[in-house]
């Protein structure tokens, strides 16, 4: 089948719009239907059928042409909203899944179909057409989404904070001293987001980058709902800082350092420092910070130094800041994409080198003077409700997907399911025809019950094409209200999308301790000064627990390479005494090896009981190791044999010949 097939004939070839005032021209007489169809170029036939269904008060739908949908128009729309309740409920379906479903859905229901049976699953054209029918759905790449971040964006943690910023801005505080403050990473080794031209079949694609694991730099960015942008602080991952880092940075950035490369409380309270000289902050001139709820920003000292300048600061809600910090809206986004493109093209014109910590200060400048515009603070900070102030700027439906996962329903599927009277009866639901035309309700029961199956949404489909949108139908879009009729029992089961595809219902959790969940809080109020007074204190008497145990765990180790050198001298001690000869009593029975002198040391020795030469060629023992007489002054020289019969072996291994010894 082609996909985009364009019609040759001239079948509804004729412009609709034109269609109200030929009716009005036949209805005053003006023209002849007749007429009016060669005046407006609309076949006759059509102007007569519109013309009956006007006379009798009927809706009236324009013909199509083209081949009729494979499910019918109530199928779709249960597909449609399927879809999108599982792309609120962060569990969206992806094209596969979505042919399978048809195919099932089709299957089951036994409507003729011409999907794949290998497969098991709807084609492209099938796909294709549905989007075409359902333009209010697109495909889309999604984000990562953490599930700290869905249950952590729900509807009471998100009031609290606008209550905080509420309280904050009651003594009318200038939208240009709202500023919003959060850190973001920069890697030296870049994302490959942008597709390239290469060959087609070749299997692998690749592009270059600096490393496979690379640095990470953190950047801290400031803004106001004004479009003011604080020159950012850079932190490299070293121990010295050197201005040299900071070369081709954007105008006032500042710098420093830590181990790990993140932000930590010392550094955080030099930027708070940095923002206060560059906005002027002081006790007149009142400033609303907003940040996250990160430790390094929760400090006694940070709270004194705002409180001494005039400094407020307002944390947002645990997990949120995807949804309501306007740096992470609007900023941070394109910041990211024009500083990794900045990379590839560094690369690109510097060939063979690497990006070290020492060029991220100047690809990151280029980067923040293309995407630092007015436009994106005043966006970002709109989008999040925060300024103008809008507590009410996200929907019921965005906060669903929390509510699924905490008490398994969302706050949609609340409002959608039917009321119910005092007697326990359930109000019907208004009857659902397609747009504009009227569907007679004894009709629909004597379809339901009629042989082969056919229901009143197949009659519906039949007339509507590949190309008709699906829209929904509210009751002003019906001629004549009908009473609704139960489907009798003679219908066949209908098998819905929820019964082959259902929601997830989230599994009940074991019972276990809870954490204490934080807050929005205004860090800088006078409750938070007695627990951040807490909190130091602990920390104190932390530090000094671990310093203790540290300078205990030193002594411990000098105490045991004392003791054991100590055990170390008394073992050479002990071993030196065993070292003592002492005279046995008997010879062992094979006396040790004597040493073999060399041919240079005894080639003039000759043995004194056999008179052979040492190294004599003809000696019958020349393999035998030769000794000597130990005595003093004694020239003796023996074969190793010859010695035990002309001498004796003391317990020293020394020897000694018969004449030494008388």
């Known amino acids: 089948m082609v996909r985009n097939y364009k019609p040759k004939g001239k079948r509804c070839q004729w412009n609709q719009e034109t269609l109200p005032q030929a009716i009005a021209d036949v209805q005053t007489k003006t023209f002849t239907i007749r007429a009016a169809s060669r005046a407006y170029g609309i076949p006759r036939a059509t102007l007569q059928d519109v013309m009956k269904a006007t006379q009798q008060n009927l809706g009236y739908v324009a013909g199509k042409i083209g081949r009729k949908p494979?499910?019918?128009?109530?199928?779709?729309?249960?597909?449609?909203?399927?879809?999108?309740?599982?792309?609120?409920?962060?569990?969206?379906?992806?094209?596969?899944?979505?042919?399978?479903?048809?195919?099932?859905?089709?299957?089951?229901?036994?409507?003729q179909h011409t999907f794949n049976e290998d497969k098991k699953s709807a084609g492209n054209d099938w796909f294709s057409g549905f989007l075409r029918r359902n333009p209010d759905l697109t495909m889309r790449i999604p984000e990562s989404t953490s599930m700290s971040r869905v249950i952590?964006?729900?509807?009471?943690?998100?009031?609290?904070?606008?209550?905080?910023?509420?309280?904050?801005?009651?003594?009318?505080?200038?939208?240009?001293?709202?500023?919003?403050?959060?850190?973001?990473?920069?890697?030296?080794?870049?994302?490959?987001?942008?597709?390239?031209?290469?060959?087609?079949?070749?299997?692998?694609?690749?592009?270059?980058?600096?490393?496979?694991?690379?640095?990470?730099?953190?950047?801290?960015?400031?803004?106001?709902?004004?479009?003011?942008?604080i020159p950012p602080m850079l932190i490299f991952p070293r121990?010295?800082?050197?201005?040299?880092?900071?070369?081709?940075?954007?105008?006032?950035?500042?710098?420093?350092?830590?181990?790990?490369?993140?932000?930590?409380?010392?550094?955080?309270?030099?930027?708070?420092?940095?923002?206060?000289?560059?906005?002027?902050?002081?006790?007149?001139?009142?400033t609303i910070l907003l940040l996250?709820?990160?430790?390094?920003?929760?400090?006694?000292?940070?709270?004194?130094?705002?409180?001494?300048?005039?400094?407020?600061?307002?944390?947002?809600?645990?997990?949120?800041?995807?949804?309501?910090?306007?740096?992470?809206?609007?900023?941070?986004?394109?910041?990211?994409?024009?500083?990794?493109?900045?990379?590839?093209?560094?690369?690109?014109?510097?060939?063979?080198?690497?990006?070290?910590?020492?060029?991220?200060?100047?690809?990151?400048?280029?980067?923040?003077?293309?995407?630092?515009?007015?436009?994106?603070?005043?966006?970002g900070f709109r989008a999040a409700g925060i300024w103008p102030l809008n507590s009410g700027v996200f929907s019921d439906e965005e906060f669903s997907a929390a509510d699924h996962l905490l008490h398994g329903h969302s706050t949609e599927s609340q409002t959608e399911e039917p009321s119910t009277s005092a007697r326990g009866t359930t109000t019907p639901a208004e009857p659902v025809t397609s747009a504009g035309v009227d569907i007679d309700c004894t009709a629909v029961a004597a379809l339901s019950c009629s042989d082969g199956g056919v229901s009143a949404e197949s009659e519906t489909s039949s007339q509507l094409d590949s190309t008709t949108p699906v829209e929904p139908v509210t009751s002003a879009q019906v001629d004549i209200p009908c009473t609704p009729i139960a489907v009798s029992s003679c219908s066949p089961t209908r098998v819905s999308v929820n019964d082959i595809s259902p929601v997830p219902i989230p599994?009940?959790?074991?019972?276990?301790?809870?954490?204490?969940?934080?807050?929005?809080?205004v860090l800088t109020a006078s409750p938070m000064?007695?627990?951040?007074?807490?909190?130091?204190?602990?920390?104190?008497?932390?530090?000094?627990?671990?310093?203790?145990?540290?300078?205990?765990?030193?002594?411990?180790?000098?105490?045991?390479?004392?003791?054991?050198?100590?055990?170390?001298?008394?073992?050479?001690?002990?071993?030196?005494?065993?070292?003592?000869?002492?005279?046995?009593?008997s010879r062992p029975k094979q006396p040790p090896k004597k040493k073999k002198k060399s041919t240079a040391e005894s080639g003039d020795w000759i043995c004194s009981s056999c008179d052979v030469h040492y190294g004599d060629t003809n000696d019958p023992k020349r393999t035998e190791e030769w000794v000597y007489c130990s005595g003093a002054g004694c020239p003796g020289k023996y074969h190793l044999s010859c010695g035990e019969n002309s001498g004796v072996f003391d317990d020293d291994d020394s020897f000694v010949c018969k004449n030494c010894i008388c």
């Open 70 to 111: 494979t499910l019918s128009l109530a199928f779709e729309r249960e597909l449609r909203d399927h879809a999108v309740k599982m792309n609120a409920l962060y569990y969206g379906i992806t094209k596969a899944d979505l042919c399978r479903l048809a195919y099932e859905l089709a299957t089951r229901n036994k409507i």
């Open 152 to 229: 952590g964006f729900r509807r009471s943690e998100i009031n609290h904070f606008f209550e905080n910023l509420t309280q904050v801005m009651a003594s009318g505080v200038d939208p240009g001293r709202i500023f919003n403050v959060d850190e973001t990473g920069l890697s030296t080794v870049q994302k490959q987001r942008d597709p390239i031209l290469s060959p087609k079949g070749r299997k692998q694609v690749g592009k270059v980058t600096s490393a496979e694991r690379g640095i990470t730099i953190t950047a801290v960015c400031c803004i106001s709902a004004t479009g003011v942008f």
């Open 239 to 286: 121990k010295k800082f050197l201005q040299k880092l900071l070369r081709g940075a954007p105008p006032g950035t500042i710098g420093g350092c830590s181990p790990s490369g993140w932000i930590n409380t010392e550094l955080f309270i030099t930027w708070l420092k940095h923002f206060i000289w560059s906005t002027g902050a002081s006790l007149e001139k009142k």
């Open 292 to 379: 996250d709820n990160h430790e390094s920003h929760i400090s006694l000292e940070g709270y004194e130094l705002c409180r001494s300048n005039g400094v407020i600061l307002v944390s947002f809600a645990p997990h949120t800041s995807h949804r309501c910090q306007p740096l992470d809206v609007t900023v941070y986004g394109p910041l990211k994409r024009a500083y990794y493109k900045r990379c590839a093209d560094w690369l690109k014109s510097n060939l063979g080198k690497r990006i070290t910590d020492e060029y991220v200060a100047e690809l990151f400048g280029d980067a923040y003077g293309k995407i630092a515009t007015v436009d994106k603070c005043i966006s």
């Open 507 to 521: 599994l009940q959790k074991e019972g276990k301790r809870k954490s204490k969940q934080k807050r929005s809080e």
């Open 529 to 585: 000064k007695q627990m951040l007074q807490e909190k130091k204190a602990k920390q104190e008497k932390k530090k000094e627990k671990e310093t203790k145990q540290t300078e205990r765990m030193k002594e411990l180790k000098k105490q045991d390479r004392e003791d054991s050198r100590k055990r170390k001298r008394q073992l050479d001690a002990t071993t030196t005494q065993a070292q003592v000869p002492v005279r046995k009593t």
